[in-house]
């Protein structure tokens, strides 16, 4: 029942936010001297934020079967991320980088209907054993969260550079940050996301080692799950550094933060894959291991 509740809500958010992204994409295009579809685009957005919020706290409290959890599935995880990412963009384009949201509500839109298959299709909780597990998870999930904001800024870059080489100039209704700012925003939600993802993956390599029969195998570190998250690692490891390396600067840090989110989008979808694998797994071993006590007595 709660899953369901769960899909229904995320289908109606999804829906908001593709509305919003709609209203958004059109602000791009034509002049907003009124205002109309800035308060329509703030509106659904402001919605979607809340919606998210209360979801995330209602399955916090009300979901897990025996303690307080707050990421005790993927789905849970999705939605600290798509909250949180929602907040941070409101919060960055008041302050310094005006026109981000349009740019961050497609991104909010694909978070939010992944949340729905996560929740309908694909739900497997999590098996919280350890502190470690709950720091690698908490590490990975939050350094996401900058990663998106990084992308979101990535493509804005992309399309500010465009419109300048193309000598278009923004009408009176529109409002887009420079692209100083805009690479600002990336560098420094890099570094951020980068220090919590280097410290998730460090609390992951701790379990694999300390975990005598992992699911990656004994030969863990030629797994699709590491070698995806090493490559982006480095990736975002040299976006970090873009203003000591000049050969990354300006465009190629947008695509490569934007390169960055697919594949650790990509990292999920193996992980859900390895998890859905691993059902079977447990129950053939614990035959086998039956068997050989029966044999052995």
Request: include cysteine.
């Amino acid at each position: 029942m709660p899953e369901f509740i769960t899909s229904i809500l995320l289908a109606i958010l999804t829906a908001l936010s593709l509305v919003a992204s709609t209203v958004a994409a059109v602000r791009l295009r034509k002049d907003d001297t009124s205002g109309v579809l800035r308060r329509l685009q703030h509106a659904l957005l402001g919605i979607c934020v809340t919606g998210t919020g209360l979801l995330f706290v209602y399955r916090t409290i009300y979901v897990p079967p025996q303690v307080w959890q707050p990421l005790g599935s993927h789905v849970d995880g999705l939605l600290l991320i798509a909250t949180l990412f929602a907040a941070a963009v409101l919060f960055v384009q008041r302050a310094s980088v005006q026109g981000l949201t349009a740019f961050a509500l497609p991104l909010l839109t694909i978070l939010l209907a992944w949340s729905i298959c996560a929740s309908a299709w694909t739900y497997e909780p999590f098996k919280i054993e350890s502190v470690w597990t709950k720091a690698h998870k908490a590490g990975v999930y939050l350094g996401s969260l900058f990663f998106c904001i990084a992308a979101a800024a990535g493509m804005m870059y992309l399309y500010i550079q465009r419109r300048l080489q193309r000598h278009q100039r923004p009408g009176p209704g529109q409002h887009l940050a420079s692209l100083e700012a805009t690479e600002q925003l990336i560098i420094r939600t890099t570094t951020l996301g980068f220090a919590l993802l280097t410290f998730g993956l460090v609390c992951g390599l701790i379990l694999v080692v300390d975990t005598p029969h992992t699911s990656l195998g004994p030969t863990w570190w030629l797994s699709p799950k590491v070698i995806l998250a090493a490559l982006v690692w480095l990736i975002y490891a040299i976006v970090m550094n873009v203003r000591f390396a000049t050969a990354f600067r300006g465009t190629r840090a947008a695509w490569l933060s934007i390169v960055g989110v697919i594949l650790i989008m990509a990292i999920f979808g193996v992980v859900n894959t390895l998890s859905d694998e691993d059902e079977d797994q447990p129950q053939f071993v614990d035959n086998k291991k039956i068997e050989v006590d029966a044999w052995r007595h």
